[in-house]
């Protein structure tokens, strides 16, 4: 890829992130790049183009976040290795993490349907860590391995809304942990 369409999409990922995907115009990305609205597409067919390359971009980033994640330990210390790899790259690479999280949607047909393989894929990592925790005694045995990477997801990904870029994240993540793994009962005594 060019330099000058790395920077395009680099671009497109603050606006989408910012503006949203239909919020942000081609008049928005010409004007970011300083060029007008035609010469645009000399490095683009479409908008969509762009959020293709930045949807694409996510599931990569935390693909390879996850793929850093032992294959083998402890189940809590993998679960809390895939948390601490997630919001890393929320934190890191902010403007395509919330493309990844929340503007993926508006792609259309074949590219809509890869993505979506792509984000299930990337859900059912997670699910077998906690399967596996379940399946070797870790973790409770009546637990529902997907509804647990669900909520784990779930709260990993809102983190695109309120955390800073660069912000530290192990610790955050180490939080996410106890408070999945050891729940909310508490060990207060009868």
Do not use: C
Request: charged share 30%.
């Amino acid at each position: 890829m060019s330099t000058r369409r790395q920077e395009l999409t680099r671009q497109a990922a603050r606006l989408f992130a910012e503006k949203g995907y239909h919020g942000t115009s081609i008049g928005d990305l010409a004007q970011a790049m300083g060029v007008q609205k035609g010469s645009l597409y000399a490095h683009i067919d479409s908008k969509e183009d762009l959020l293709w390359e930045v949807a694409r971009e996510g599931a990569a980033a935390f693909h390879a976040a996850l793929d850093s994640v032992p294959d083998e330990g402890p189940a809590i210390e993998r679960v809390r290795a895939a948390l601490r790899a997630h919001l890393r790259v929320v934190a890191e690479q902010l403007d395509v993490a919330t493309v990844f999280i929340r503007e993926w949607q508006y792609l259309d047909g074949a590219r809509r349907d890869q993505f979506l393989g792509e984000r299930r894929r990337y859900e059912e990592r997670f699910r077998a860590l906690f399967r596996e925790g379940r399946e070797r005694g870790e973790l409770r045995t009546d637990l529902d391995d997907a509804t647990a990477a669900l909520v784990a997801l779930s709260a990993a990904n809102w983190a695109y809304t309120w955390l800073r870029p660069g912000a530290e994240t192990d610790g955050l993540a180490d939080r996410f942990t106890a408070l999945l793994l050891d729940g909310m009962r508490g060990y207060a005594s009868p």
